[in-house]
């Protein structure tokens, strides 16, 4: 099949499921409502509360959600197949990881900006929201100290790519000054930025920056070192300094990027070499339930629900910007996870040189990289296959190879650290929202609780020898970020049947997405078991056992709503007007 049917194809469902099932939640579910004052406007405080346009919180909230996450997955799913990678990117896309987005976002807004870990509390009870704030912490607390390393380990890969990400900041800076304090023209200074910012990457491209040894500490730990203190920093300016500009650089950088990969399938226009679907890959888990884990931003994660409960609901200017941001955000990465499939599976095909220095091409390069699922399961092998197969479209467009690869690299760690500084900062208000509802307010301090989530992810990664403790615990990622996906579905349920409204849109993706992720947790802790890993065993088993009583105790709370009186309702909700 050539590569521009499949992604045209995708593509136009995108336009048309905005159109038509995202207008229809948002008007028929959710009744969004340009009148209702938002808690950007509500809680001002120049700092988290920020009312923002939307375009602005658009890109906020697109690069924050999207990191790395729609690039390893698909990047290394693609081993079952492209038809399998594909079907549930664009259909997971639109059913289920738009309408989680979606959904937590709205929940949030009408809840005082609150986290979806929060709001447990108010739609379950409180026990269930210390539940809730164990799974948040944990999933946080890797994420935090896992970007950080990749961030080290990319600008060892990339030398090329750290003047560009590093001069991004003053260039972030100078926008955000410009337009909130002089009330400039973002339209104009945006276009200014991002020239500025290819500037860089042309400089970066012919200037290579290497972090050498220092103190016996490898490159990857000063780096890790600096970009904590780096993360402690950012997450405490007022989101209009540094959050808001840069993310909205980065999210014109995307386009840049999207547009150069679409019209470098017109124009080289490859065939797909991967194999439509590969049932068996040396090595590769069961598709069934992995592929549902593995690729997890690219159709759905449960990280977005705590970037749309945490930072973005803090943004958002009027109510009905919402679709714009939570269902047009999920849909943007879904295009995202659907270009990385072009180059996994086609645009690698063009051309693939070897370490030792053969040129292959075709079914002969795809099968070279994907050998096995231990040949193409590191960071490095998921990177490399994706910027090759772009490097490689963006190369018929007589961009030289070089400035290709620089291109995308800088792209990669751009959207690396997006997702690091606001994983810190979520990671800030969870523990402000949980220290002030324990009664320890000193704790809550904006600072103090940045400090506490720096620290502790510092403590994790340098837990192991080279900055890698996170891995240690990497591999329950995938399914402790799938049942937060399911459970945020599942607090959303609970939201739509207190108010009443219908919640089959909800609830089939969370039923799915829970016995999904149930199924790999369960996979994975008799694997760890099985080769005596007696902490991750452990640790999942006590994630698995949560999991459990949580969706009991939602359950319960569901079961009460349904059965509640309208009138009752409607007396409660005129009672605390």
Known sequence: MNSLVMALVAFVLYIIAYHTYGKYLARKIFGLREDVVTPAHELEDGVDYV?????????????????????VGPAIAIIWGWVPAILWVVLGSIFMGAVHDFGALVASLRNKGKSIGELTSELVNPRTRTLFFLIIFFELWIVIAIFAMIMGILFNMYPQAVFPVWMEIPIALWLGWMVYKRNANVTVLSIVAII??????????????????????????????????????????????????????????????????????LIAHPKIVAPAVNHNPVGAPTIWPFLFVIIACGAISGFHSLVSSGTSAKQIDKETDAQFVGYGGMLMEGSLATL????????????????????????????????????????????TAFITGSANLIESLKIPYAIAVTIMGVFIVSFAGTTLDTATRIQRYVLGEFFTDIKLPALANRYVATFIAVLTAGLLAFAQKGGKGALILWPLFGTVNQLLAGLALLVTTVYLAKKRKPIVFTLIPMIFMLFMTGWAMVKNISSFQAKHNYLLFSIGLVVFLLEIWMIIEAVLALNKYLKQPKEIETAAEEASE
């Open 340 to 383: 990385v499939i072009v180059a996994v599976a086609a645009g690698i095909g063009i051309k693939y040189v070897t370490k030792d220095g053969a040129v292959l091409m075709g079914f002969q390069a795809w099968n070279t990289h994907y050998s096995s699922w231990l040949a193409a399961a590191g960071l490095g092998s998921k990177l």
């Open 51 to 71: 009312p923002t346009r939307k375009e602005i919180v658009f890109g906020h909230h697109f690069t924050s959600i999207a990191g790395l996450g729609p690039i």
């Open 196 to 265: 500025l910012m290819y500037v860089t990457v042309v400089i970066g491209a012919y200037w290579p920056l290497k972090m050498p040894s220092f103190l016996g500490l490898s490159s990857i730990e000063i780096w890790l070192i600096i970009l904590l203190v780096y993360s402690f920093i950012a997450s405490t300016l007022p989101v209009w300094t540094l959050l808001q500009p840069r993310d909205y650089i980065n999210a014109h950088e995307l386009m840049i990027v999207m547009a150069l990969l679409i019209l470098g399938t």
